[in-house]
C-alpha cells in the first residue's frame, strides 16, 4: 500500500510564526502536491513538485513556500503565519507525469493560527 | 482550461435507496475523470477514474459512474446506500498544463445517510 505521512494532525500556531509542514511516501513517486481544503471550495492547489529541487506554483500559492531536498520528502512552510491560513492542508504524491495517475492523499494537518 | 461542477453540496438518502452524485466537468481535450470519497477525519480516497477505455465505470465499495461525453457529465451512483458510505465525494478532472499533471477538484458533496 502507498504510505503518505503528513507530521502533525493539528497543529496551532500564533500569527507571525514561521510553520513547517512535512510531507513524506514511501513509494519512490515523483510527484507531490500540498493542497489545502476549506469548506464549500473544495481543494485548491499550493504547490506542486514533479522532482527533488524543482516546484511549480499552483492556483494559490501566496504566503507559501515549498522545498524538496529528497525525493521522498515535500515541505511546505508559512513565512509569517496569518489567520487567513488556517485550514486543512493536504499533501498527496502520485508515479509519473501521465493526466491518468491516481494522487495518493496523506490524513491532513488542521492548522489554526490565532 | 478544465473546470468542474458538483451540482449538490448536500445529498440525503435512506439506507439501501439509490444514491446520485451529479458531477458536470469542462475539458479542452477528452479528459480524465476521478471520484475521491473522504471520510470524517480521514484522507481522500479513489473511488474510480475513468481513462478513456470504458464509459462505465466500477469502482470500489459497489459504486460506479458512466462518463457521457455529450451530457459532459460523470455522475456517480451506487444502487443501494449503506451507512458507512456516509462522507464527503469530490469529483475530480485531470489533464496536462505546461508538461505537468493538473488535476482541478469540485467543491464537494457531502452524502447523508439515514438509517
Known sequence: DVKVTQSSRYLVKRTGEKVFLECVQDMDHENMF??????????????????????????????YSVSREKKERFSLILESASTNQ?????CASSYGTSDTDTQYFGPGTRLTVL | AQS????????????????????????SYSPSLFWYVQHPNKGLQLLLKYTSAATLVKGINGFE???????????LTKPSAHMSDAAEYFCVVGGFSGGYQKVTFGTGTKLQVIP
Not at chain 1, 86 to 90: E, G
Not at chain 2, 4 to 27: A, F, I, K, M
Open chain 1, 34 to 63: 500540498w493542497y489545502r481544503q476549506d469548506p464549500g471550495l473544495g481543494l485548491r492547489l499550493i504547490y506542486f513538485s514533479y522532482d527533488v529541487k524543482m516546484k511549480e506554483k499552483g492556483d494559490i500559492p501566496e504566503g
Open chain 1, 86 to 90: 488556517t485550514s486543512m492542508y493536504l
Open chain 2, 4 to 27: 468542474v461542477t458538483q451540482l449538490d453540496s448536500h445529498v440525503s438518502v435512506s439506507e439501501g435507496t439509490p444514491v446520485l452524485l451529479r458531477c458536470n466537468y469542462s475539458s
Open chain 2, 65 to 75: 459512474a458512466e462518463f457521457k461525453k455529450s451530457e459532459t457529465s460523470f455522475h
